[in-house]
T-cell receptor, first 114, second 113 residues
Framework: ETGVTQTPRHLVMGMTNKKSLKCEQHLGHNAMYWYKQSAKKPLELMFVYSLEERVENNSVPSRFSPECPNSSHLFLHLHTLQPEDSALYLC?????????????FGDGTRLSIL | DQQVKQNSPSLSVQEGRISILNCDYTNSMFDYFLWYKKYPAEGPTFLISISSIKDKNEDGRFTVFLNKSAKHLSLHIVPSQPGDSAVYFCAASGSSNTGKLIFGQGTTLQVKP
């Protein structure tokens, strides 16, 4: 039990589909993050939310749209994705952002774009 | 341009011996460093961290060393156990960031019984 839960664990979608990834943290944290891990590449930050406000968008294409309705939930809405978007998408949370405290990760959603 | 590098993709050690995983960084503004462990089909799990005001932090079998002048950190695991077999990532952040962690590519550790 990591304290950060991601659903679904696996997702296969076509390029014209619309889907959403969900993340929920049970740690009482105020900051949440989306990361992407492509094959043979380091984890790459996509978005940072602090107290439900987006504080970082790491040059992510607009086909990825994050939503943070409250400090416990984070969504990543997907629309018209490309094959190169196939990757592992990881959600994380931390007490604050920025802070010198560790981020705690969920187990990720493995996304495959057909 | 990768700011955090783990130059060894893999490492194999015998059970009971020391495992040393290395990480180099280029950005002198980084002031907080972390190590994560990742098993297949799971997310990264936080192991240990170190602030730039320290040069060593120890937690049980895990010790992280920081050499700021060389921009190098290392993770020592002693004694190594088969359950330590996993991918290890180092990560770094700066206090001026929005909490952004920069990750290395990871090193796969195999501990042989």
């Amino acid at each position: 039990e990591t304290g950060v839960t991601q659903t679904p664990r696996h997702l296969v979608m076509g390029m014209t589909n619309k889907k959403s990834l969900k993340c929920e943290q049970h740690l009482g944290h105020n900051a949440m993050y989306w990361y992407k891990q492509s094959a043979k590449k380091p984890l790459e930050l996509m978005f940072v939310y602090s107290l439900e406000e987006r504080v970082e968008n790491n040059s992510v294409p607009s086909r990825f749209s994050p939503e943070c309705p409250n400090s416990s939930h984070l969504f990543l809405h997907l629309h018209t994705l490309q094959p190169e978007d196939s990757a592992l998408y990881l959600c994380a949370s931390s007490q604050e952002a920025p802070s010198n405290q560790p981020q705690h990760f969920g187990d990720g959603t493995r996304l495959s774009i057909l | 341009d990768q700011q955090v590098k783990q130059n060894s993709p893999s490492l194999s050690v015998q059970e009971g011996r020391i495992s040393i995983l290395n990480c180099d960084y280029t950005n002198s503004m980084f002031d907080y460093f972390l190590w994560y462990k990742k098993y297949p089909a799971e997310g990264p799990t936080f192991l240990i961290s170190i602030s730039s005001i320290k040069d060593k932090n120890e937690d049980g079998r895990f010790t992280v060393f920081l050499n700021k002048s060389a921009k190098h950190l290392s993770l020592h695991i002693v004694p190594s156990q088969p359950g330590d077999s996993a991918v290890y990532f180092c990560a770094a952040s700066g206090s001026s960031n929005t909490g952004k962690l920069i990750f290395g590519q990871g090193t796969t550790l195999q501990v042989k019984p």
